[in-house]
């Protein structure tokens, strides 16, 4: 095992802080989470913000003038500040809650895409997207009319930055949407020069920030991105919340995409007129208790620090993909550990995905098999399907060779 090193904070500390894992899992095995990329655990702050709202201030927000429904607009509206400074936006207005990245993306498409797409226009996306960043816009080219363009791969598993270069001079590009970290490779995207060359081409820029907010520090302006998206539930914060930040222009310019309570200013029989930012885009009764739970996750993200779980999680990754390596038989996707996320994504000569993550999980090793949302992705490495170990703060060095130990097992039962 390795050293533990690298470490800034109390990893056993933190790690008594998420009940799942101290609880036995398949009898007397202990768990070994590492489905992290497809959702955190949670700590025990953010399970008692939200049970503090159920039980001592269950109240609906911007509606009532009763001291319930003032605590719980404050917390909610506490939330959303917590979350401007986490990603730096430079404005309250320009965080909006959704229910998750998906819903963020599908957001921009419907507000902002119908009202500037049209046939002629095009939009660049990656071959790496997942079918999230990849769908919203097939649905909208299909009514609108516009053309989607995607950067290819490089064979490191990077894409081809030329490729993206040329694209934006050839053609006339609208949009950029890319994903910041990918789910499958790893790949970290160089996102703010891909902002900067979309600028200069007169295009604004989407990025896909489900994996990467949960584990980097993130500052919007510094990255000079339009449209920054992600999920609360992968960032310790409870499913059914995300957020889509967006530059206050352009949320300004763009028509709402749902109608209901709450995103109006007037409702008259003729017509309606909006709310002000960021209620615009928060039409109906919000996700309450989920905006407090990320907020509480929030807080737990700062008292770490952004930077020491990037560092931790950089070395942890470093060593996964060295062990990984050493294993006979297995094709460890994506590029060098330098340019990689918290994400290991493999195959197995000789080992179905699903097979190797069923073999895993009677350890109590967690991990994920499948093409993991991202088709096209798989279909362009010539796979149906990986299996993906990935990883997260409370992750640790010993859980890594317990990973390693069992993919020796699974290649004794194969006889490989
Ligand atoms: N974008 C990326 C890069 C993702 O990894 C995911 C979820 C999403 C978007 C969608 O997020 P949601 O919260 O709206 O569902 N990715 C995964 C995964 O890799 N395994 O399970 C979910």
Redesign the pocket.
Known sequence: MAALATSHYDLDAVRADFPVLTEAHHDDVPLVYLDN???SQKPRQVIDALVAYYQRYNANVHRGIHKLSEEATQAYEDSRTKIKRFINASSRREVIFT?????SINLVAQAWGRANLQAGDVVVSTVME?H??IVPWQLLAAECGFSIRYVPLLSDGTLDFDAYTSLLRSEPVKLVTV?H????LGTINPIAEMARQAHEAGALILV?G??SVPHMPIDVQALDVDFYAF?G??MLGPTGI?VLFGKRQHLEAMPPWMGGGDMISTVRLEGSTWNELPYKFEAGTPIIAGAIGLGAAVDYLNALGMDCIHAYEKALTAYAVERLSEVPQLNLLGPDAARRGAVTAFTFAGIHPHDLAQLLDQQGIAI?AGH??AMPLHEQLGLAASA?ASFYLYNTFSEVDALIEGLYKARQAFAL
Not at 99 to 103: A, L
Not at 181 to 184: G, R, T
């Open positions: 990329a497809a959702t229910s998750g990245t998906t819903e997942h999230s960043n994903m970290v990918s789910n499958v896909d489900a994996q999920s539930h992968k995300g994920r993991h949302c993906r």
